[in-house]
């Protein structure tokens, strides 16, 4: 979060910036720096600047294994630093409170303009932090804390977490849409709404370390508090690493078959997009999406099993040859059966080539027996297999690959895919396939004349 | 701790329950509908008719009937063993036993005491036996990592290590704790005995030792004021003092964990001792806050303070997730070279399976078991960019240089995995034997490599049948290849796993 600010070579962010780290300068001016105890700031800003680098090196050795995944690292950066922050907001009187974040943030590196991303950095978490200080102090918050009104003291600390989350979220929000030109509702999504419940846990956080604070076991024990946390940030380290890890071993898995069939290099990527953008615009659950994404990763995974003289092959098939092609999804369906979490997504994969009139392959399935998955895979695959080429036919334009879709929509596919992914092609384009050498020696045919006996073997 | 927890050679437990599937018995579509041949086109769409076809699926080319390995090789006479592998009897019967008894001990103990002296503040006990009762209820299984139940344990923590509660003093013992504790434990193994499995006793017995153990540092000093007149009842004295009290009885949990598992003593004690960084020091922290916390604010502190407990549980599990994720496409990608026809059914998941045990037999830490496993099950991998089947797909009937070619183009692809380095490493080195032509030993062969080599020789051999008396005319053969080919003591490891296998 408190890298957001990538983009502030943008004049429109250097603006934005410049405004934000003022309204800091004054908030601190006007709550009164002097008012806190001195020694706490130290100390607290002390801890916040020792788990920002813990975190900072632990996100560093996950992502140098992982290749950096800058949504997770902001999130993971959260997870050290936000208590203490919110103890701060507790502890301290706004004024104060709002110097904490300082000193983490000026110390720690930052990219080339330097100065301006550090003093960015500086301005968005002291503004948070005064604000959640400010909204506690207003609720009454440090008298119930000082006498200990359990559960009363829970209100205030909600409110100063949500707070917190709010000021510092729309504040990111801001040189995101400024700086980038991101889109709005995106980047509201992103920041605001997905860090709101960690952001209730982290505020509780805070309020315990403050109650230890102020006990009579000070600081020592407040430290024990953080212990959780840091482990908790090393486990979200090693979950990135494994994650990735994962994501390379899927791709691994495809390119196993792009190595024997070269014609469809990078084309389970694009059919993968392409299912994407159908499910998007059919506003399907989040998870389901990405179900779907690796459905259309892995759905002709099963051509592993097929004999690569026939996948290469450039004249017509035999009906033997046929039969073995056919049973390339069946074959993928055997292939990932022991992959858990993939769940409907197997079924996308064994009945990608079904027909909507029953004359598909391996079950023949008719209409709305045909998974879901199945009929978003089979119209994806279809369009991705007509704008690309093939040794049989060159790549065909876009328009043309809609206007067939069309025709054989009802018959062969879902026309409610169909739809869906003309409209989505129409708003967002669509890159086909990079013609490569020797793609001219392929034949400029029209679509529609081997139609229907490969229709459903191009893919 | 059962000793199927123990390991994180757990990979092929998705897959192990089924036997290998026969290439005629593929699976069908899940569906009920009847494989309809569809009109208008040539081919029928039944798979299973289909997958006999004549030009349909590549099947594994016959493997020869009768299969040796080639003659012995010149090679040096005297066996070596494996460097710093240190080969322990495993001895966890007894070892448990001893916990066990001494639990039980504890806790009949306890409850005379008890009945004697009577039982203090019953509502504290009550939130506190409660607390740890859910906390054991919500136990998940976390593949691969030791403490199941962290809420149970660090609220069994807090209150053996409870002083004042909202500032007034409690006068509960150690017998009590033993007993409030071990009650929650028993709690949360009721669904297990509800649903017929196997409970964890090995985890009561370690909970009860091991909270008595710190309620013995901590109780008796509390409840008659030496702390008091140390100075260490409030304040930084006595924080510091509760949080070595968790200390200690952590050393104490993992020296018990140790005992309970049936691993070698040294490696389940390096093993716990890792376990323990993890996850373990957050509850040992949350433990101590919750009973610091609760002098300050009372009951409150309980659900309070577990949440940054929760939190990285949360984490903890996510990762197991993936990892479990990760395992199972590893596995499906080692299932490629059978679905391409390159190798047998079952190839790949039972050379891992057995390279594991024998891992294990000879003591490697889980780590390097997790290496062995992803090592044994992709090892075949660079037969994929062969033009035709090998005959049986047995690699270990091939020339040296062919072996090592098809070595290393299978690490190239698993290179690309994401994997840890180390596995493609060791499906390189499995294709070299463990001495070199003029007889000298090779010393930086990882062992991993020497058992990937053996036992996949050996399910090369004996896939085709598995009595007895193939499996030792096959080890035959492997002793016969010991001068050079193969490690002498991962061949007489995987002589002693098959015999507990079959026996």
């Given at each position: 979060m408190a890298e957001a600010g990538g983009q502030l070579l943008a004049r429109g962010g250097r603006v934005y910036a410049g405004a934000v780290i003022v309204g800091a300068l004054v908030c601190v001016v006007a709550g009164g720096v002097g008012a806190g105890p001195w020694s706490r700031v130290a100390v607290l800003a002390a801890l916040h600047l020792g788990c920002d680098w813990l975190v900072r090196r632990q996100t560093r050795v996950g992502a140098a294994a992982a290749g950096a995944v800058a949504a997770g690292e902001a999130s993971a950066r959260w997870a050290a630093f936000f208590p203490v922050l919110l103890a701060a907001a507790t502890l301290l009187r706004p004024g104060s409170a709002a110097l904490v974040p300082v000193l983490g943030a000026v110390l720690a590196p930052a990219a080339p303009p330097r100065a301006l991303r550090r003093a960015w950095n500086a301005a968005q978490l002291a503004l948070g932090t005064f604000a959640a200080s400010a909204v506690f102090h207003g609720l009454d918050g440090p008298a119930q804390l000082a006498r200990h009104q359990f559960p009363a003291v829970l209100g205030p600390t909600v409110v100063a977490a949500l707070v917190f989350c709010v000021v510092s979220g729309v504040l990111a929000a801001g040189i995101r849409i400024t700086a980038e030109r991101a889109d709005p509702r995106t980047v509201w999504h992103g920041v605001l709404l997905r860090s709101l419940v960690p952001c209730l846990g982290y505020g509780l956080i805070g309020l315990m370390m403050a109650v230890l604070w102020q006990g009579r076991y000070g600081v020592f024990s407040a430290v024990l508090v953080l212990l959780p946390l840091t482990v908790s940030s090393w486990v979200f380290a090693q979950f990135q690493r494994e994650e990735a890890a994962h994501q390379a071993t899927v791709s691994a898995l495809v390119q196993a078959v792009e190595i024997k069939d070269e014609y469809t290099r990078g084309h389970s990527e694009r059919v993968s997009r392409a299912s994407v953008l159908i499910a998007r615009e059919l506003r399907m659950a989040e998870e389901r999406v990405a179900s779907l994404r690796i459905a259309g990763v892995l759905h002709?995974?099963?051509?592993?099993?097929?004999p690569t003289r026939l996948l290469r092959k450039n004249g017509p098939l035999t009906d033997d040859e046929h039969e073995a092609v056919q049973l390339h999804p069946t074959f993928g369906h055997e292939m990932v059966r022991g992959i858990g979490f993939l769940g409907e997504a197997r079924q996308g994969i064994l009945h990608h080539h079904e027909r909507l009139d029953g004359r598909g392959y391996p079950s023949g399935l008719a209409g709305d027996q045909i998974p879901e998955f199945a009929r978003v895979i089979a119209v994806a695959d279809a369009f991705d297999s007509m704008t690309s080429t093939r040794s049989y036919r060159r790549g065909r334009p876009v328009e043309e690959a809609v206007t067939e879709l069309e025709r054989c929509a009802g018959s062969q596919f879902d026309p409610t895919m169909v739809a869906a992914l003309i409209r989505a092609v129409r708003r967002h384009g669509w890159r086909p396939a990079q013609p490569r050498p020797g793609d001219e020696a392929a034949p400029d045919l029209p679509l529609g004349i081997r139609e229907p006996s490969r229709a459903g073997v191009v893919g | 701790m059962t000793p199927e927890d123990s390991a994180g050679c757990r990979a092929t437990t998705p897959q192990s329950a089924q036997p290998p599937l026969p290439p005629q018995q593929r699976p069908q579509p899940e569906t009920d509908q009847p494989p309809v041949p569809a009109q208008g086109e040539p081919a029928s769409a039944a798979p299973a008719e289909a997958t006999a076809g004549p030009s349909g699926r590549r099947e594994p080319a016959p493997r020869p009937r009768e299969r040796h390995l080639p003659g012995p090789r010149p090679g040096a006479g005297s066996t070596t063993t494996l460097a710093g592998q240190p080969r322990e009897a495993p001895g966890g019967r007894w070892r448990g036993g001893v916990v066990h008894v001494g639990a039980t001990l504890l806790v009949v103990g306890s409850l005379a005491w008890v009945s004697v002296f009577g039982f203090v503040e019953p509502w504290i006990a009550f939130a506190f036996g409660l607390f740890v009762a859910v906390g054991e209820l919500a136990r998940t299984p976390l593949p691969g990592e030791r403490e199941q139940a962290p809420l149970g344990a660090a609220g069994a923590l807090a209150y053996a290590l409870l002083g004042s509660l909202a500032g007034a003093r409690t006068h509960h013992g150690v017998a009590q704790v033993v007993l409030v504790c071990t009650l929650g434990a028993l709690i949360g193994a009721v669904p297990c005995l509800v649903r017929r499995r196997r409970a964890n006793w090995g985890s009561v017995s370690r909970r009860t030792l091991s909270v008595g153990f710190a309620a013995l540092l901590f109780q008796p000093l509390y409840n008659s004021g030496a702390l008091l007149r140390c100075g260490l009842e409030h304040g930084p004295g006595s924080a510091a003092y509760v949080a070595v009290c968790a200390l200690l009885s952590a050393v104490v949990d993992v020296s018990l964990a140790a005992l309970l598992s049936d691993a070698p003593l040294r490696r389940a004690l390096r093993d716990e001792a890792t376990a323990l960084l993890r996850i373990g020091s957050a509850v040992a922290a949350t433990g101590v806050v919750i009973a610091i916390a609760a002098g300050e604010i009372g009951l409150w502190a309980l659900p309070l303070f577990s949440v940054p407990l929760l939190l990285t549980f949360a984490g903890f599990r996510r990762y197991a997730a993936i990892r479990a994720t990760q395992r199972q496409t590893i596995a499906s990608l080692a299932r490629a070279t059978e679905v391409a026809g390159y190798t047998l059914p079952g190839h790949a998941r039972r050379v891992a399976e057995l390279a594991c045990r024998v891992g294990r037999e000879l003591g490697l830490p889980d780590q390097e078991l997790l290496l062995l496993e992803y090592a044994a099950l992709m090892h075949d991998i660079g037969q994929l960019s062969l033009v035709d089947p090998i005959p049986g797909g047995a690699t270990a009937l091939l020339e040296d240089a062919e072996q090592r070619r098809i070595g290393r183009l299978g690490s190239e692809v698993i290179r690309r995995t994401g994997v840890p380095p180390q596995v493609a490493e060791i499906v390189v080195r499995a294709a070299e034997p463990y001495r070199r032509a003029d007889g000298r030993v090779v010393l930086d062969l990882p062992v991993a490599a020497r058992i990937v080599r053996v036992v996949n020789a050996y399910d090369d051999l004996a896939c085709d049948d598995p009595g007895p008396a193939r499996r030792e005319e096959v080890l035959t053969q492997l002793r016969a290849g010991t001068e050079r080919d193969y490690e002498p003591v991962v061949v007489e490891a995987l002589a002693r796993v098959c015999q507990r296998i079959s026996g």
């Open positions: 002709d995974i099963g051509k592993l099993g097929v | -």
